[in-house]
């Protein structure tokens, strides 16, 4: 059953947003009434939102989720204990104590999933928070987890690994207070049933009285519809113009607002009160005024009802306030009557054009500079490149002295972006392949501990008439444990290059440094193979014989064969059954790309089946990875999907996967450069470690005799 809101939105046909609001909330009431017993357990809820979750680990494909919509219909909703959340697996597992409703009516609206949630009776502290929450502007209080049982793939969004269900076979839902998937309470719905239709009569019918008497007078309130109550509301006699047409729906809607009491109007003015000062937090953000200047405004305007002319005015007037302090946009030059650019967003979009970093669309008729010098002229107004200041004073056109607007940061900011634009581009020189999903965020340097378990053996027989269930035991495990190591640098650049507005060099240093953060990550991962480290797990090299991972011979079909044979005899610990794990990239030197491409494509012309090849198209083109941290000729290595066994960890720190720059000298006053140079500094600070040696094999193959 539709809301009487949404079948006024409907039905409205010449009214603009503001006055389809205002007339809106002469219903307002009538979709929810605090003094019934089912007020506040209907909502309209998002489900699910398409795309990345915003914990980064899964993808929501629209394709599947549609699919499922029928599981969606009747799904349970559950609230949970903070361990439950929080604990791998799921061991505490879901009491019917802690259902708290059911969804129903799913629909698939192009963004995500939307359904009804009706709350049990028996969650009326959900209900009671909810509506609270609701009233009090703050809608996102509380969010839904999606949880469901499916068939899933990786697939790589971005720089990321991801998961992604491919079929979706059962769906729960958890209310939480940070959902990884946008799930959303919307709005309150009405309860259904004929009494309630009844009371939205009721109220209909007081409004149209109140608000057009002339026409309830000919209404036979006996037999009109509700349908046809909302389409005479709704109905706007067209004025003169349109002051009059405005003049009119406020009468009205003040005349209808009388009819419904004090305790309504009140109830409507706070709720408007409250959605403008949630407009207001966004407006401010999207206005970039400093914090001080946005907090000013906030308490100008806070808890008022305000409209967009007021508000653009007062940030249009902040903004000419905070130019005229900062010296910005005066005239200069001798003779002329040039301005310079306005604010700090103009200045960094101009830099970064000019190293062709990717900018927004807000600054696309924001002109790059010319050159690198031509840059430092026009922040700093040095003409000369002399790298200091008459008497120590800046001229008069410096934004401000020292802050993020100055030529160190501003070139800084945009040499950073140039930086990390190049690194997202970069080839991960094959990384990926062996760690998969398993990024961990470090919080601290303190060591970083992980744990595998090991398996259980085959279920005994049980008679339950006769014998209790056997304890199954507890499960050995292998401790490995890691601290964050911490890579970096400085890059300078210098006065001279600046007077020479040598473009090239920066631009070739900056070019430079992804591709060696990158390698840099990337051999740290492949050198604790190539270098056979140390397993923690057991303290053995990760090949070993005692391993059952390590061969000798050279690149051929049997030996292909050989290494997918000994990966899928690899067992289970504790159980001692066969994992039969399956590689899925062959990491080679250079040197033998020739034989691994034939290996993989060869198809003979068998006379039997004894001198086929087995392994002819076994590995997918992207599983072939020539490995230029590989010097050894001869020696070759195959792994597993880290999607079926860890093999390798990589942690960052606080999850900042690419390297940071930062100004490595503070300029002192007076002067741009110390020693004639700026320096940056850069740092990248991580780690990887191995977590199972099942998914690895190695072959150490001895050079040929000649």
Same mark, same amino acid.
């Given at each position: ?14 009214? /603009? ?16 009434? =605090? ?55 799921? =061991? ?63 697939? #790589?969004? /971005? ?25 959303? $309470?919307? #709005? ?26 002339? &026409? ?107 130019? *005229? ?5 005066? !005239? ?18 101009? @830099? ?32 000369? &490149? ?8 800046? !001229? ?10 100055? @030529? ?20 991960? $020189? ?9 990024? #961990? %965020? ?97 303290? *053995?090299? &990760? $090949? ?55 290996? %993989? ?52 720190? %606080? ?17 741009? @450069? ?33």
């Amino acid at each position: 059953m539709t809301t009487v809101i949404e079948r006024l939105q409907a039905a409205v046909t010449d009214m /603009g947003q503001d006055d389809l609001l205002q007339a809106a909330s002469i219903l307002l009431a009538a979709d929810g009434d =605090p003094d019934d017993a089912d007020y506040g357990y209907k909502w309209r809820v998002r489900v699910v939102e398409y795309g990345l979750g915003r914990d980064g680990r899964v993808n929501w494909p629209r394709g599947p989720l549609q699919a499922a919509l029928p599981l969606y219909d009747g799904a349970k909703v559950f609230a949970l204990q903070d361990q439950q959340h929080q604990s791998p697996g799921k =061991p505490f597992g879901k009491s019917v104590r802690e259902i708290v409703g059911w969804l129903a009516n799913p629909a698939d609206t192009g963004d995500g999933i939307e359904a009804d949630f009706y709350v049990l009776k028996s969650a009326r502290w959900l209900r009671d928070n909810l509506v609270d929450s609701h009233r009090r502007g703050n809608p996102n209080l509380f969010g839904l987890s999606h949880d469901v049982a499916a068939r899933s793939r990786q697939v #790589r969004v /971005g720089d990321k690994v991801v998961k992604e269900p491919v079929e979706i076979l059962g769906v729960e839902v958890d209310v939480v207070y940070a959902p990884t998937n946008n799930g959303r $309470f919307l #709005r309150m719905m009405a309860a259904s049933g004929q009494e309630e239709s009844m009371k939205y009569k009721e109220k209909l019918l007081a409004a149209l009285k109140a608000a057009k008497p002339q &026409v309830y007078a000919t209404v036979d309130v006996e037999t009109v519809t509700e349908d046809e109550l909302i389409g005479l509301l709704a109905a706007v006699e067209q004025p003169e113009d349109k002051g009059a047409r405005d003049a009119g729906i406020e009468a009205r809607i003040h005349a209808a607002m009388a009819a419904l009491g004090e305790p309504v109007q009140q109830q409507l003015r706070d709720l408007k009160i409250a959605r403008l000062d949630l407009e207001l937090d966004r407006q401010l953000a999207a206005s970039k005024l400093p914090e001080d200047a946005q907090a000013s405004l906030r308490g100008r305007f806070g808890g008022t009802e305000w409209d967009a002319e007021q508000l653009t005015a007062a940030v249009r007037e902040m903004k000419e306030i905070l130019d *005229k302090a900062s010296g910005s946009g005066l !005239p200069s030059g001798a003779g002329g009557a040039r301005v310079v650019l306005d604010s700090v967003e103009k200045i960094q979009a101009g @830099f970064d054009k000019l190293f062709r970093v990717q900018t927004a669309d807000s600054v696309a008729a924001i002109p790059a500079f010319a050159s690198i010098r031509a840059a430092y002229v026009e922040l700093t107004g040095d003409t000369e &490149v002399r790298g200091y200041y008459e008497n120590g004073q800046p !001229p008069a056109r410096l934004h401000a002295a020292y802050t993020s607007a100055t @030529f160190a940061y501003a070139l800084g900011n945009t040499l950073y972006r140039r930086m990390m634009q190049d690194y997202r581009e970069q080839s991960d $020189f094959g990384v990926g392949r062996l760690v998969g999903a398993h990024i #961990r %965020n470090a919080r601290d340097f303190r060591a970083l501990e992980s744990v595998n378990i090991g398996y259980y053996g085959d279920l005994p027989d049980i008679d339950p008439e006769d014998n209790d269930y056997t304890d199954l035991g507890v499960v050995s495990d292998e401790e490995i444990s890691y601290a964050l190591n911490q890579k970096g640098g400085i890059i300078t650049i210098t006065r001279k290059m600046i007077v020479n507005d040598d473009m090239r060099v920066v631009e070739r240093i900056i070019s430079r440094l992804p591709r060696a953060a990158r390698r840099t990550l990337a051999k740290r991962c492949w050198n604790k193979f190539i270098a056979n480290a140390t397993y923690k797990g057991d303290s *053995k090299a &990760v $090949f070993h014989d005692d391993h059952g991972n390590l061969g000798s011979a050279a690149y051929s079909i049997a030996a292909a064969l050989a290494a997918k044979t000994a990966m899928a005899q690899q067992t289970e610990p504790e159980s001692g059954e066969r994992l039969m794990l399956r590689p899925v990239t062959v990491a080679y030197p250079s040197e033998l790309y020739n034989i691994v491409k034939n290996v %993989n494509a060869f198809q003979p012309q068998a006379v039997s089946v004894d001198n086929g090849n087995s392994m002819a198209g076994f590995f997918q083109s992207e599983g072939l990875v020539e490995c230029p941290f590989m010097t050894d000729a001869n020696d070759w290595m195959m792994f597993a999907d880290p999607a079926e066994v860890e093999i390798l960890e990589l942690a960052f720190l %606080n999850g900042q996967q690419e390297p940071e720059m930062f100004v490595a000298d503070q300029p002192g006053v007076g002067q741009m @450069f110390v020693a004639d140079k700026i320096q940056y500094k850069i740092r990248h600070e991580y780690e990887c470690e191995i977590m199972d040696y099942r998914g690895c094999y190695k072959a150490v193959v001895a050079p040929p005799q000649g």
